[in-house]
């Protein structure tokens, strides 16, 4: 069975940073597509960031384009998001989500994904 373990959540100062992990298990990680996604309070769930492919194809939403990398380990079965220049607007459950994908090219809406983690909270507050 699919699983996926989001970690490095947490509170952080405003310009702070964080390093998310996600841990997959039960499939290869570099045989998927890897989102990142986030939802904050009354707010809808925001791609921002996925990974596909040999070559590590990466797509960023515009709102994090700059500040946050999605990166993978295929050693450690793990897709990582280094989020920084954290603003508070960026407070959020962090989810990562996973799809079999063959291809180069990685969406960011939700209904591409049909296996998801159960969320790591980032808070950025002073």
């Known amino acids: 069975q699919v699983q996926l373990v989001e970690s490095g959540g947490g509170l952080v100062q405003p310009g702070g940073s964080l390093r998310l992990s996600c841990a997959a298990s039960?499939?290869?990680?570099?045989?998927?597509?890897i989102g990142w996604f986030r939802q904050a309070p009354g707010k809808v769930r925001e791609g921002i960031a996925c990974i596909v492919g040999k070559d590590s194809s990466t797509h960023y939403a515009d709102s994090v384009k700059g500040r946050f990398t999605i990166s993978r380990e295929n050693a450690k079965n793990t897709v990582y998001l280094q989020v920084g220049n954290l603003k508070p607007e960026d407070t959020a459950v962090y989810y990562c989500?996973?799809?079999?994908?063959?291809?180069?090219?990685?969406?960011?809406?939700?209904?591409?994904?049909?296996?998801w983690g159960q969320g790591t909270r980032v808070t950025v507050s002073s």
């Open positions: 989500a996973a799809q079999p994908n063959s291809g180069s090219w990685c969406g960011l809406s939700s209904f591409e994904y049909d296996y």
């Open positions: 039960e499939f290869t990680v570099n045989y998927y597509a």
